[in-house]
């Protein structure tokens, strides 16, 4: 890859593929009402919302690099966005089936949230600044 914003294009196609894919394999249960502890249980609300985070910010990366598309990458803004993007879209979904097994662990969704938060901020800054 020839920048660190390649890398935002690269797993925003990826999670949404990845998105498929965990419908798919949820899809294959969906059928049974007491699956995963039921429709409204902590663990199947958790593992669907997994299964949208990886369309949802796999989006959000693809919007990202067609922001930054021709704004020097050289910026420390740009590559704290970038990454914050990333790790945020990393870490969504472990954070999801995690919490999903492991109610009590539901500060672990500091990380994605903050990294999200973060890149989101830097965005605008760089954005503002031009």
């Known amino acids: 890859m020839k920048t660190i914003g390649e890398l935002n294009l690269v797993l925003g196609w990826l999670w949404v593929a990845l998105g498929f894919v965990s419908g798919a394999v949820l899809g294959l249960r969906f059928h049974n009402e007491h699956w995963l502890g039921g429709y409204a249980s902590w663990m199947r609300r958790l593992y ?5 985070s990886f369309f949802g910010l796999g989006l ?14 050289a910026s420390v803004s740009f590559q704290i966005a970038s990454i914050g993007f990333v790790v ?9 089936v995690l919490a999903a097994h492991k109610p009590n662990s539901k500060a ?19 954005l503002i600044s031009l």
Do not use: D, E, Y
């Open 48 to 52: 669907r919302l997994a299964h949208v």
């Open 60 to 73: 959000l990366n693809l919007m990202f690099f067609l922001t930054m598309r021709g704004m020097s990458a």
């Open 88 to 96: 945020g879209a990393l870490t969504m979904p472990v954070c999801c």
């Open 108 to 126: 672990i969704f500091a990380v994605p949230v903050l990294s999200l938060m973060t890149g989101a901020l830097f965005t605008v800054w760089i």
